[in-house]
C-alpha cells in the first residue's frame, strides 16, 4: 500500500494534521493540503531507487486519480561527499533515477531534497547506508486471526521473519512482501457451446495456474535492547483458510531492508496509530514524524519518509496446510436440458462437460474451468519448485 493511500485514510479517519513543525491535537476530519513524499534509495536493482510526491486534498473537494500525484519536481538526492543524483518524472508523481543503483557506500550519508512547482523546498535528514544482512529465515505456522474478541476468528498460515546482525549495531528493518500461488480449477471440458452447437474443445492447458500478488501492510522488525543482536519471530503477512492461495501451494517472497532508526520509528509510529485503536486518543497529543521537513516555508505541511537501504531476499514455500481445511472457489456443475435449463438459456461460449454416451451435458461459471479467468497465468514461474 503506497504511504500517501495509508496517510489520507489516517486523516479521513482520525482527523489527524501531520505538521512539519508543530504537533496537533485532533478535533476534527477538516484538513489542509497536505505533500506527501515517500523516497527509497537502495543497493540492489531488485527495489528500483523511487521517489513518489502526492498531494493530499481537502474533504470538501471532488478528487481522485492522477490529481492527487504531483508532476514537475525537482527531485535530488544529494550525498556528503558532494555528489548530486538527479531523479527524473517517469509517470505523474513518480520520480526515479536512470540507473540501476546509486552505488551506495558504506558510512556515508545521504539526503532527499524536493523543489515543487510552486517553490517549495523540502529537504529529509541525512542518513546513512547500512548493507542489509542475509535474511537468517522465514517461518509459518497456523494460526487464528481475529478482529475483535467476540470474533470467532479465521484459520491461516501466519508468517514469521528471523534475521540476525553484521556486527554489534541494532537492525532495525522493514519487509516489502509479494507471493506467487499455484491453483487449479475443478472441471475438465469436452466441448464448447458455440450458441447453436457444440464444438469439441479440451481445456487441459487451463487447468492449472500460478498468480502473483502483492502484499500491502506494515512489516517490521528491529533487535534494539535484545541480548543477541537478532530479529526473531517478526510477524509478517497472515494467508486465510478462504479463498485459492492455500490449495495448493503459496510462496512469499520477502525483500528485507535495512533502515535508520528514525525510518524504522516511522513506520512504527504509522503502523501503531493504524492498528492501536484507541492508542491515539489515550496518548494526545500525537504526532506522527518523518525525517521530511518543510525548509522554506514553516506553514507548509509535509509527511514523508528517506530511507536509505541494504537490500536482501528469500523466498520461502509453503504446501497446502493438513491442520485447518481451505474453502476454495464454490463450484457446481448444473445438468443442461429440460424446462429448467434448456440450451437457449446457455450463453455462447460456456465450457461444457459431456457424458455424450448417456447424453448428459453439463455447464458451470467458466472461471471453474478456466484458471486464468482468476487473475492466473498457466506459465509456470521459474523459480517454482
Known amino acids: 500500500m503506497r504511504l500517501s493511500n495509508i496517510v489520507i485514510t489516517i486523516l479521513l479517519v482520525a482527523g489527524i494534521v501531520l505538521s512539519c513543525i508543530e504537533p496537533f491535537t485532533p478535533e476534527t476530519t477538516e484538513y489542509e493540503e497536505m505533500l506527501i513524499i515517500e523516497g527509497l534509495i537502495t543497493d540492489n536493482p531488485v527495489v528500483p ?40 518524472e517517469t509517470s505523474p508523481g513518480i520520480y526515479n533515477i536512470i ?110 495456474c500460478w498468480k502473483n500478488e502483492k502484499i500491502s501492510g506494515i512489516y517490521i522488525g528491529d533487535s534494539y535492547g535484545m541480548t543477541q543482536n537478532r530479529v526473531a519471530n517478526a510477524p509478517l503477512n497472515f494467508v486465510s483458510q478462504y479463498g485459492n492461495q492455500l490449495m495448493i501451494k503459496y510462496s512469499l517472497h520477502a525483500i528485507q531492508l535495512s533502515i535508520s532508526e528514525s525510518s524504522y520509528t516511522f513506520w512504527y509510529d504509522l503502523n501503531k496509530l493504524i492498528n492501536e485503536t484507541g492508542g491515539l486518543y ?13 525548509t522554506s516555508d514553516p506553514d507548509v505541511n509535509v509527511a514523508g519518509v528517506f530511507e536509505v537501504a541494504g537490500v536482501s531476499e528469500i523466498r520461502v514455500f509453503a504446501t497446502r496446510p493438513s491442520e485447518f481445511l481451505v474453502y476454495t472457489m464454490h463450484c457446481r456443475l448444473d445438468t443442461i436440458g429440460g424446462e429448467s435449463f434448456p440450451w437457449s438459456a446457455v450463453k455462447s461460449g460456456s465450457y461444457i462437460y459431456a457424458e455424450v454416451d448417456e447424453g448428459l451435458f453439463m455447464t458451470a461459471p467458466d472461471p471453474c474451468f478456466n484458471c486464468t479467468l482468476s487473475g492466473g497465468t498457466t506459465q509456470k514461474p521459474p523459480y517454482w519448485k
Open 49 to 88: 531507487a523511487k521517489v513518489i510526491i502526492s498531494r493530499t486534498f481537502s474533504l470538501d473537494r471532488n478528487s481522485g486519480g492522477d490529481d492527487l500525484l504531483e508532476s514537475g519536481a525537482v527531485v535530488l538526492v544529494i550525498c556528503d561527499d558532494g555528489n548530486v543524483y538527479s531523479f527524473t
Open 99 to 208: 540507473a540501476d543503483t546509486l552505488g551506495l557506500e558504506t558510512g556515508k550519508l545521504y539526503k532527499l531534497m524536493v523543489q515543487t512547482l510552486a517553490g517549495n523546498v523540502f529537504e529529509s535528514d541525512f542518513e546513512s547506508y547500512k548493507p542489509s544482512p542475509p535474511v537468517d529465515s522465514i517461518s509459518y505456522t497456523p494460526e487464528v486471526a481475529k478482529t475483535s474478541e467476540l470474533d470467532p476468528g479465521v484459520e491461516g498460515l501466519r508468517f514469521y521473519a528471523h534475521s540476525k546482525g553484521l556486527n554489534g549495531e541494532p537492525l532495525y528493518l522493514r519487509w516489502i512482501l509479494d507471493a506467487t500461488y499455484q491453483y487449479s480449477v475443478p472441471f475438465y471440458s469436452n466441448f464448447i457451446w458455440t450458441g447453436d452447437a457444440l464444438e469439441e474443445f479440451q481445456n487441459d492447458t487451463l487447468i492449472v
Open 282 to 294: 489515550e496518548t494526545q497529543p500525537f504526532r506522527l514524524e518523518g525525517n521530511i521537513r518543510c
